[in-house]
């Protein structure tokens, strides 16, 4: 079964950590990997990654995927606390020519002041 | 500006009820889709659709329903409501099959 993991659950830390969040999966036809972030409401794009070893940085933000580890990471350098949110990892699956997106139960992520 | 929006924010209904969620999307995009999401499990797909007329069951179909008559709506129907269908529903567009998927506010049914 595919399946999309996420970890850690939750995540406390201070204005000006770094923290890395870490997505792992195993999909059948993988094509490429989305990283989300969702506050209260709708899940808002961060980045996509179909490339192995190339990173996508955005700020403070970035991440990269390894294929042949099958994961991913998405770090956030000096967090503030409009960091907090939830991250949402999600892989898109392209199994016998549909094409979904599989998502992971996300971390929450709490940066205190 | 280009976007989705989904109607009502929230709704709460009564067992056995038929209810519809609107979803409409500005961006001209072929691809929809419905979600459901809840603690512990994530997005879960519902239905989706790459075009007029066309549908597909997700995931968690059971109890649901979709229709695209044109390119811009996907609205999703509870045919009768179960109290396990009590969700947060989003809906969300992408440009082709292969791009990142673009979601709207989502929608608090609450079934009693």
């Known amino acids: 079964e595919d399946k999309v993991v996420q970890s850690p659950l939750s995540l406390v830390v201070h204005e000006g950590d770094t923290v890395t969040l870490n997505c792992s999966y195993e999909v059948t036809n993988f094509r490429s990997l989305l990283w989300y972030k969702q506050e209260k409401k709708a899940p808002t794009f961060l980045f996509m990654l179909t490339s192995s070893g190339i990173e996508k940085k955005s700020g403070r933000l970035s991440s990269i995927l390894d294929k042949k580890e099958l994961f991913s990471i998405l770090n956030i350098t000096a967090t503030q606390t409009g960091d907090s949110a939830v991250y949402l990892c999600a892989v898109l699956d392209a199994t016998s020519g549909t094409y979904k997106y599989i998502f992971g139960t996300g971390t929450r992520l709490k940066v205190l002041a | 500006d280009a976007e989705i929006t989904q109607s009502p924010r929230h709704k709460i209904t009564e067992t056995g009820r038929q209810v519809t969620l609107a979803c409409h999307q500005t961006w001209n995009h072929n691809n929809m889709f419905w979600y459901r999401q809840d603690l512990g499990h994530g997005l879960r797909l519902i239905h989706y659709?790459?075009?007029?007329?066309?549908?597909n069951k997700g995931e968690v179909s059971d109890g649901y329903s979709v229709s695209r008559s044109n390119t811009e709506d996907l609205p999703l129907t509870l045919e009768s409501a179960a109290s396990s269908q009590t969700s947060v529903y989003f809906c969300?567009?992408?440009?082709?099959?292969?791009?990142?998927?673009?979601f709207g506010q989502g929608t608090r049914l609450t079934v009693v």
């Open positions: 969300a567009s992408s440009y082709r099959e292969d791009t990142e998927a673009f």
């Open positions: 659709s790459y075009g007029v007329q066309d549908t």
